[in-house]
């Protein structure tokens, strides 16, 4: 299909679609863009226009707890991301490829963390180590809540995440391209070093970078696993929302906003270094 | 779920059948890190909690773990419990429905567009949904605020100012705002897949435009419509941070009860009840999902290769990420 699509509908239904999406695309962005808007205000009164400044910026920067709490996100996040990029894509291998016992199990439980709501896999988790750190206490150690059981509940979500990503990749991978490299005596090894890994290193890129966002967002979850001290940034910000609106708020959201733009088109930019036109709508 | 290929060196049946087992081996190999990490930080917590949901809670506030009882799932039926479930499921259909009504002529139109446009309007979709989640609700909480831009312009135009915060009103316009993106998705998946020749031959056969449409491109995609719909409805009826933020105290829903339980009230086994309440709720869903999709499979989706569970949600995820 190229060009425009011909549905058979009249002029007028044909113009009122048009303005509808563009009506849902102001709904969709003009509030983003009002919260930057107003983050370089002057004025610390939310709703009057102060004069452009970048105060609120330099406000956030020295606050030293918004900037342990970024350095927590970037820690998390990278943790995380790496751990559950090599666990996920090693299932999906494994899922896509291979027949073992309790594979069917494992093919079930896997897209279990993606289905169930936020706020259940929070207090999972928190009800979790409370009896781990009440188990392992009793041998000595003093365990509490902090980054640590943050970056281990964020991989326990992201390697479902990750997995699903590079399973889709696997699907429409040409096995005879492996085939050939055994047929050329390439042992095992060598044909998942040069020829599997390779082609399916999109995928796993893609399910990083999607991990790195889920962990980066992810606020519920954090909010009932971190300690004093470990605090992320969206917990930070959760919880400042939840005692009133203030410009330093607009600010740190302004930041979180481009750095998840950033990596949307980064990731954008990856996929079209990759994949044509067409592979694309093959996906979608 | 594919079946596992083998490859097949044509030995003997021995040598096959050693082959076999290595591959088995192998395989078992390379899932169970990952394996043992699900069993371990998702298996265990939920079945923790299972266990939790008949616990007693002690005066104190602790949990007990002596003394099994379904104490919490008869609160359940309790009114104010009942009310709770009664008004996020409401909300949440209202969501999901409004995400419908919005979100099939947007995909709709982004669908019928040429295909260099569609792909800059996809990324004009797809930035909302990959930007941070708190961020947006932030940004309606901020927008609506009761000395807020929105208040302010409407009160500039003579309307005076207007107090929709901590109201369900709120709560749902940001729930729109949060999870249009995820009809909208599997909205444009469907579309783009249809095949429009369809439409055209019952318009050569003389059905008017909206017969059309009622008779042919909605049936036909169906499937992205359900998908859509559980893609809304699970997250909205687990709604924490947009109630939290949005709603105030007036609009408790499951999420936030189920945060109270375990922080301030300390009523953990109640907490637990619910939880596993919402859980096998959102299986549900996602089963029904599961066994329209397959229903709807094979005149409308001829490219897609069926492949295991939740696949709406997969296969959504799988779109937005590749």
Request: aromatic letters at 10%.
């Amino acid at each position: 299909m190229s060009g425009v699509v011909e549905v058979g509908l009249g002029r007028r239904t044909r113009r009122g679609l048009a303005v509808w999406a563009w009506v849902v695309f102001a709904f969709l962005y003009v509030p983003i863009a009002v919260l930057v808007f107003f983050s370089f205000n002057a004025s610390a009164r939310v709703n009057i226009w102060g004069g452009f400044s970048l105060g609120w910026y330099g406000e956030a920067l020295r606050n030293d707890v918004i900037t342990s709490a970024i350095r927590v996100s970037l820690i998390v996040a990278l943790i995380s991301t790496v751990v559950s990029m090599v666990l996920g894509t090693a299932v999906a291998l494994a899922l896509d490829r291979y027949r073992f016992r309790g594979r069917r199990a494992l093919d079930g439980t896997v897209y279990l963390p993606i289905v169930i709501p936020d706020i259940t896999m929070a207090v999972m988790l928190l009800v979790f180590f409370a009896e781990a750190f009440k188990l392992i206490d009793s041998f000595g150690p003093r365990l509490t809540l902090g980054i640590s059981t943050v970056a281990l509940s964020h991989i326990a979500f992201n390697i479902s995440f990750v997995c699903v990503v590079v399973r889709a990749r696997l699907d429409q991978f040409d096995r005879t391209l492996e085939e050939a490299a055994r047929d050329l005596y390439a042992t095992g090894w060598q044909t998942f070093r040069r020829i599997t890994l390779p082609l399916i290193m999109p995928g796993v890129a893609a399910g990083g970078l999607l991990a790195l966002t889920l962990s980066l967002d992810d606020v519920v979850i954090s909010a009932f696993v971190t300690g004093p001290g470990s605090t992320t940034l969206p917990v930070y910000v959760f919880s400042s929302i939840r005692r009133g609106v203030t410009p330093e708020l607009n600010a740190i959201s302004t930041l979180m906003l481009t750095a998840s733009i950033a990596l949307v088109l980064g990731s954008l930019a990856l996929q079209r270094r990759r994949a044509s036109a067409s592979q694309q709508t093959q996906i979608l | 779920m594919g079946p596992a290929r083998r490859s097949s060196p044509t030995a003997g049946a021995a040598g096959e059948e050693a082959a076999a087992l290595a591959r088995r081996r192998q395989g078992m190999l390379l899932a169970s890190p990952g394996a043992l990490y699900l069993l371990i930080f998702f298996v265990a917590p939920l079945g923790l909690i299972s266990v939790y949901s008949f616990a007693t809670r002690t005066s104190t506030g602790r949990t007990s773990l002596s003394g099994w009882n379904v104490e919490s799932y008869r609160a359940l039926g309790d009114d104010i419990i009942v009310g709770i479930i009664g008004r996020s499921a409401w909300l949440a259909t209202l969501t999901t429905v409004l995400c419908v009504v919005v979100g099939y002529p947007f995909a709709y139109y982004i669908a019928t567009r040429p295909r260099h446009v569609r792909a800059v309007l996809l990324v004009m979709v797809m930035i909302p949904f990959w930007t941070n989640a708190l961020v947006r609700v932030f940004a309606i909480r901020f927008l609506l605020g009761s000395n807020g831009p929105a208040s302010a312009l409407s009160e500039s135009l003579g309307f005076g100012t207007f107090r929709i915060l901590f109201t369900p009103t709120a709560v749902t316009i940001g729930m729109v705002y949060s999870f249009l993106t995820f009809m909208v998705l599997p909205l444009y998946v469907a579309l783009e897949r249809m095949d429009w020749s369809l439409t055209e031959a019952a318009r050569d056969l003389y059905a008017s435009g909206a017969k059309a449409f009622w008779k042919v491109t909605l049936p036909l995609t169906r499937s992205g419509i359900v998908a859509g719909c559980v893609l809304v409805f699970v997250p909205s009826f687990g709604s924490y941070v947009v109630p939290d933020i949005l709603g105030g105290a007036k609009t408790l829903l499951v999420g936030s009860y189920i945060a109270r339980q375990f922080r301030d009230a300390r009523n953990w086994p109640l907490g637990a009840a619910l939880s596993v309440l919402l859980i096998v709720a959102m299986l549900v869903a996602v089963a029904l999902n599961q066994r329209s999709g397959s229903g709807a499979e094979d005149g409308s989706r001829p490219r897609n290769r069926r492949r295991g569970p939740d696949q709406g949600e997969a296969e959504t995820v799988t779109a937005v990420a590749s």
